[in-house]
T-cell receptor, first 114, second 115 residues
Framework: DQQVKQNSPSLSVQEGRISILNCDYT??????FLWYKKYPAEGPTFLIS?????DKNEDGRFTVFLNKSAKHLSLHIVPSQPGDSAVYFC?????????????FGTGTRLTIIP | DGGITQSPKYLFRKEGQNVTLSCEQN?????MYWYRQDPGQGLRLIYY???????QKGDIAEGYSVSREKKESFPLTVTSAQKNPTAFYLC??????????????FGNGTRLTVT
């Protein structure tokens, strides 16, 4: 049972435009969410996180939005750059639990078209 | 330069053989983890360890074994009992166990192919 879902396996966006990656979750107990970015043949790297007490968190070109009632979060990248081409994983957990309870989505492959 | 080193990058084995994947970190992190990534699936936790000489099963531990004799090292053995061992294996570490304050740092992975 996939508790964290990324329904779009892939997404292509023109350079300079906005990339929006989506993530849905089913467990209402999740209250902390993270995005990881992964290049081919490398491990994922932490990108940005958000707590359920917020509905938005920004870090430079990256913004994560959280809609708790819809159990939905999204990652916005503006403007998109070629180096953003990677696989993006969202992950969720219940705060104060350990990393071993982190649940990952299946990933979305983002391709930025020059 | 601190980080997590996984070796080898590619590994090929015959069916029925045990194989050990190496993971070393020099980040002085207490917690270490092994994940498996398969196409179309999220990362799935195999084993984790929060302190030396202690480790716990993750969601898909069957057919795997680990040891944590040193803080820096967390090797994973894929045994012949693992039915579908061909996958991309990722080792990770974190300062503490709690995910709020301590995001995972990942190694670059080992791609294991068993034929």
């Amino acid at each position: 049972d996939q508790q964290v879902k990324q329904n779009s396996p892939s997404l292509s966006v023109q350079e300079g435009r906005i990339s929006i990656l989506n993530c849905d979750y089913t467990n209402s107990m999740f209250d902390y969410f993270l995005w990881y970015k992964k290049y081919p043949a490398e491990g994922p790297t932490f990108l940005i996180s958000i707590s359920s007490i917020k509905d938005k968190n920004e870090d430079g070109r990256f913004t994560v939005f959280l809609n708790k009632s819809a159990k939905h979060l999204s990652l916005h990248i503006v403007p998109s750059q070629p180096g953003d081409s990677a696989v993006y994983f969202c992950a969720a957990f219940i705060s104060n639990f350990g990393n071993e309870k982190l649940t990952f989505g299946t990933g979305t492959r983002l391709t930025i078209i020059p | 330069d601190g980080g997590i080193t996984q070796s080898p990058k590619y590994l090929f084995r015959k069916e029925g053989q045990n194989v050990t994947l190496s993971c070393e970190q020099n980040l002085n992190h207490d917690a270490m983890y092994w994940y498996r990534q398969d196409p179309g699936q999220g990362l799935r936790l195999i084993y984790y360890s929060q302190i030396v000489n202690d480790f716990q099963k993750g969601d898909i531990a069957e057919g795997y074994s680990v040891s944590r004799e040193k803080k820096e090292s967390f090797p994973l053995t894929v045994t012949s009992a693992q039915k579908n061992p061909t996958a991309f294996y990722l080792c990770a570490s974190s300062i503490f166990g709690d995910a709020n304050n301590s995001p995972l740092h990942f190694g670059n992975g080992t791609r294991l192919t068993v034929t």
